[in-house]
């Protein structure tokens, strides 16, 4: 089935230092979410991209969609201790039988932690 | 507040023994949804919901039940809980999974719900 690949699984940094999180799917897709869960808590939307090659910055944040609308990644520039926790790509696939029939993916999440 | 509860929020429990996990969201949205997270394998669908009276399997389903008898609420039934599915339990919603709108097709996440089966 419909599979979202994220990588690394893990990623500790020093703060200050750079870190970047990798989502690919098989199949083309309609949007790519992240989201990211901050210890004992629970998911939170971070952005949404739909265009193809699209790029979006949220502060220290920059999110790509790839010209194929396959593959998505997420940087974040000088880390600081306030970015550790686990983000999540969720792609957006249209189903095969048309019509309205969406279904959203998760990848396993990279978690981020960060060495003061 | 805009805002997903689910309870309980914490639940040990034998095995064998019923139990539900309710949810319940207040932002009038048509899509539900279940995920359980287990280290090192993300989140999981079990069950979605495209509108009242709509349900279907998700990805992990064997074990769980779900219903949608109303828009607000999406409770997940364990019939007959095992070990295996001790894990971390999360309520989703948005507005519509299939509009591409702005935000329309975001999730909104519950607090989780924690279960242990022994």
């Known amino acids: 089935g419909q599979q979202v690949m994220q990588i690394p699984q893990y990623q500790h940094v020093q703060e200050g230092e750079d870190f970047t999180t990798y989502c690919n799917s098989s199949t083309t897709l309609s949007n790519i979410q992240w989201y990211k869960q901050r210890p004992g808590g629970h998911p939170v939307f971070l952005i949404q991209?739909?265009?193809?090659?699209e790029v979006k910055k949220q502060k220290r944040l920059t999110f790509q969609f790839g010209e194929a609308k396959k593959n998505s990644s997420l940087h974040i520039t000088a880390t600081q201790t306030t970015d550790v926790g686990t983000y999540f790509c969720?792609?957006?696939?249209?189903?095969?039988?048309?019509?309205?029939?969406?279904?959203?993916?998760f990848g396993k999440g990279t978690l981020l932690t960060v060495n003061p | 507040e805009a805002q997903v509860t689910q309870n309980p929020r914490y639940l040990i429990t034998v095995t064998g023994k019923k139990l539900t996990v309710t949810c319940s969201q207040n932002m009038n949205h048509e899509y539900m949804s279940w995920y359980r997270q287990d280290p090192g394998l993300g989140l999981r669908q079990i069950y979605y919901s495209m509108n009242v009276e709509v349900t279907d399997k998700g990805d992990v389903p064997e074990g769980y039940k779900v219903s949608r008898k109303e828009k607000r609420n999406f409770p997940l039934i364990l019939e007959s809980p095992s070990p295996n599915q001790t894990s971390l339990y999360f309520c989703a919603s948005s507005l519509s999974i299939h509009l591409m709108s702005s935000g329309a097709n975001v999730l909104t996440f519950g607090a989780g719900s924690r279960l242990t089966v022994l």
């Open positions: 991209l739909v265009k193809s090659g």
């Open positions: 969720a792609g957006l696939l249209e189903g095969s039988s048309g019509g309205s029939n969406y279904k959203l993916t």
